[in-house]
Structures are given as structure tokens and as C-alpha cells.
């Protein structure tokens, strides 16, 4: 009995904290990005989810220790927190800079990311972490975040069990329940007067007939209830929000769920035989040498004879693509091994060999597409798979070095170097150069796609293309783009969608010709 209303007692005092919190967050997060995929309050946001992170890890019960414990250690902690923080902002801010959909889809992924190991270091001590540990805690606290949504109507019955049973109250009660019972009475006396008199009123003036006849009739007004539909998804967001808002908070905050998301923190018993691993790698690694082989004397210097019907062009576009997922595979497989199997001094070796293969791969994955761009020009996803093959690259390197220092935090070192990367490759707006790139590459003497300059890139690459495109009346990807957003401005509220890539663009489109 005792515990139960203990129990009760700490889901009072944690509704009462997290209540208003979370509505106004809801309330500030559907302001924001309700309706709006890529506006000027992506910044605003980011801020402002910030600051009510800081606010209320400090407030919840349960934090404070462990951000006492963040708190001793300021040269490495403090300084991750402040580097998540500014990506957050950042990609926040590139987010309304660009009319790109694959830069604001992972620019958004990233804020998500970033904020999730923000969260996760507010309330445990990360120093130690594995890369699995960083992921299954993520995804615990998602999962307890989303399996917490309806706390708040529980803390709230608490609330209302708990409510002091006082004299005064239920005075005030009978109180308002005579009122009530009054004005009842009365409504059922008025309500024929009332009736009798109108019908009185309108058959002596007509005027007065006609506004009462309208006023009893209506009809339904489709446009009203399209805003009915509208405002139930701007509510059902806010409840949405509210709700995951107060649920993740209430995950994190309980001990029980701290010290199961510590035991997920565990590092894995790598516990099996090195034997099998040595053997297993060990015949990847002469494949793998033997691969490298043919790369450094075929691809690279030319002096091994083709296959017949083989030009050297077509030989070095080919298998791209495979060579980027076995780069992949090769750095979950390392990851995989140091993670389970016991270390020793050759599987370290094999290991190392294997990273170093897979740098050559990453360069003959490179040099293929380049020679593939040579030929075909550029377009968005050779141009971000020529970006993931130098994260691959920089990873690696990452990789090698946590194979002989195994204190090494390379989750971090992932997480910088990724956002690092990626933030870059945003701000600079590839679409621009794309089109830029391309344009000049036309003016040599090639064939120019056109087609894919005015189709297939966003309003980021409108100030690369040539006046020709213009007077051809080729923009009706870009009219369309601009057209939307000027709509979106027209509209109430409409400063909220308001983008730096697009406003910029929109006046330099005039609509084609074969649209006027």
C-alpha cells in the first residue's frame, strides 16, 4: 500500500513538472516545422530545442548526478556537447538554404542523430561506449519514448486520485451545482417565451424576419470543412509531439530504465575462438591481395592484357558500385571481429591488411567514377557517392587506428568526421556546381544533357545555367518550384516557409514559353 502510493506520488510531482513543458514545446515544434520542410524557423528551432533540452535534463529527477559527472571532466565532455550543439544549429540553418530534398532529408537526419547522443550523454557517462552501445541505446530510447506516449494521461489520474479532499472544495461544488440547477430552471422557462416573442417580431417586421431565417438556416460550406480537416492534423501533431515529448523524458528519467540502458552500455564478451577468425580473415585477405593486385597493374598502370571485346574505358566504369558495397561490408566485418572474437597479434595484422585493401578499393572505386564522369558529366548521385567514398576513406583510417587502440572512442571519431563531412558538402550546394560543371564541360565540344539540367536539380542550380535554357523554355521544373513557393508565401503564416535557395531563385524564372 505504502509503495503504491509512493508510486503515485512521484507520477504527481512528474506530471507536474513535465505538463507544461512539453505542451509548449509541442505548441513551439508545430509552429516551426508544421507544414514547413525547409524554412527559415529550421534554425529557430534547433535553438529552441536546445535550450529546453538544458532546461529540463537540470529540472528532471534523476539528472542531476549524472550531469554532476559530465560536469568533471570540461576539456572532453563539455567540448562534445558544444560540437553537437553547433551541428545541430548548423545543419538546422543549412536546412533553409537549399531547395535540395536529399540534402534537407539528411540534414534533418543528422539534426535527429546529433540530438539523440546529446540526450543519451545528458544522462550517462559516454566515455566508454562502443558503437553498439551507442545503438542500441538510441534505438532503446526511441522505443521507450514511443512506448511511454500515454504516461501523461497516468500521471494525470495519479494527479487526480491525489487531489486534496478539502471542506472548502466540496462547498464550492454544491455551490456551482445550485447554480446550475438555477439556470436550468430558468433556460426552460425563457426558451418558449423566447420563442413566442420572436415569432412575434418577425411577422411585424421583415427585416428582423430575414435575419432570423438566416440565422436558423445553413449550409456546408466544403472549404470550411477542409480547415476542419486541416486543424485536427495541426492538433493531432501537437498532441503527437506533446506526447513523445513527455515520454522520452519519462524513459530517461526513471532509474530502472537508467540502469537497463547502462547493462545495454555493457561492453560485448568477446568470447570466441580467434582461431576462426584468423582462418576466415585470412582468406578474405588473399583474396583481397590478389584483388588489390589486378587494381595497382591493371587499372592503375595499365599492364595486364583485357578481356576480349574490353575497351579501357568500359573496364574501368564497370563494378562500381559492387566495390563500394564491399568497402562497406569490409568495415562492419573488421568492426564485427574486434567486437567479439579475442584479439591477438596476427588477427590484428590480417585485420590491418584487410583496412589496407580496402583503401585500394575505395581509390579504384574513385578512379572508375571519375572516368565515368569524364565521359557522362556529372549528376547528384555520382557526385555523393564520390563524397562517401572520402568518408570511407577517412573512416578507415579511423578503424585502423582503434584496431591497435582499442581505448580509441571511434564512435566519436565517427560522429565528427561524418557531420564534419557532411555539413560541408550541404553548404557548398552541389547542385550549383553540377550544373556549372556540366555547362562547361558542353562548351568543349560535348553533348549537354539538357534535359537533366532542367529536370532532375533544384532551384540551387538556377544561377549556373546558361541563357539558352532560359530562352528555350526548358525551366518547367524550376517554374513549378518557384511557383510553389511563392504560394506557400502568399499563405497565412507564410514567412515560416520562407528559404534563401528558393527566394533567391524565384524571381530569375520566368514561366517557359511552352507554358504561357
Known sequence: MERGMRKMENKQKRFQLLWRGSILYALFYTACLYHNASGITYPFFAGGTLLFWHYFTKKCAGTDSENSDADRQPNKTQLHKAFLMTGIVTAGLLNCTTDSGVLIFFNKLLMFVLMSVLVLQSWHELTTWSITAYLKNCAAMLCGAV??????????????????????????????????????????????????????????????????????????????????????????????????????????TEPGNIEKMKKLAAPDEANLDTYIAITVIGIMCAIYLLFSGVQIFGLFLGQLTLPEGYTYAAYARRGFFELVFVCLFNILMVLFTMAYFKGSKTLKILLTVICGCTYIMTVSSAYRMILYISSYQLTFLRVLVLWGLAMIAVVMTGVVVYIHHQKFALFRFLLVVMTIGWLGFSAAHPDYWIAKYNIAACSDGKECDNFYLARSLSLDAVFALPEEIYNQGKLGNYWNRARKYQRQQEAFLGFRTFNFSRAYAAPKIDKPANMR
Open 147 to 252: 512506448g511511454n506516449m500515454f504516461a501523461p494521461a497516468g500521471d494525470l489520474q495519479a494527479c487526480w486520485k491525489l487531489r486534496p479532499a478539502k471542506q472548502e472544495k466540496k462547498e464550492a461544488a454544491s455551490e456551482r451545482k445550485r447554480i446550475w440547477t438555477s439556470v436550468g430552471i430558468g433556460l426552460l422557462i425563457a426558451v418558449p417565451i423566447a420563442m413566442f416573442i420572436t415569432i412575434l417580431l418577425a411577422s411585424a417586421d421583415a427585416v428582423f424576419c430575414k435575419i432570423i431565417y438566416e440565422l436558423l438556416t445553413f449550409s456546408v460550406d466544403f472549404d470550411i470543412l477542409e480547415n476542419i480537416w486541416s486543424n485536427l492534423g495541426l492538433l493531432l501533431n501537437i498532441a503527437v509531439v506533446f506526447a513523445l515529448c513527455y515520454g522520452l523524458f519519462t524513459y530517461g
